[in-house]
């Protein structure tokens, strides 16, 4: 979620084209404190080292894997990683940020299909 807007993979999917009906869930990997000064200066990140930090984060690994999302992406600019998922599960509603992403996976049991 962008804290300064707040807008999120939820809040702007119409815009998109998704229906009503579809969820897109997002991983995003970098600088929570964006700045464009601090981002201008970073180089992008191997697309295997974000890939890799998603599979061992719990929350960020089970959104890649998520059996029913239907389609997927990774997008990548300079050191900022975003990876979209679409799905007709829920899966990704609402908006929220990586502290509250964090704190929801601590407590929760494995989940159906989680490796």
């Not at 959104?63 to 679409?86: M, Q, R, S, W």
């Not at 908006?95 to 299909?113: D, R, Y």
Request: overall charge neutral; aromatic content about 12%; proline content about 4%.
């Amino acid at each position: 979620m962008n804290l300064k807007t707040g807008d999120c993979a939820d809040t702007m999917k119409a815009a998109y084209g998704f229906t009503p009906n579809e969820f897109v869930a997002e991983n995003i990997n970098g600088y929570p404190n964006f700045s464009e000064e601090l981002f201008t200066h970073l180089k992008m990140s191997p697309i295997k080292e974000v890939v890799d930090s998603w599979l061992n984060s719990r929350g960020h690994r089970y959104n890649l894997l998520y059996a029913e999302h239907t389609a997927g992406a990774i997008g990548c600019y300079k050191d900022k990683c975003v990876f979209l998922g679409v799905n007709t599960q829920r899966f990704g509603q609402g908006c929220h940020t990586a502290a509250e992403g964090k704190k929801s996976w601590q407590g929760k049991p494995v989940q159906p299909g989680e490796v």
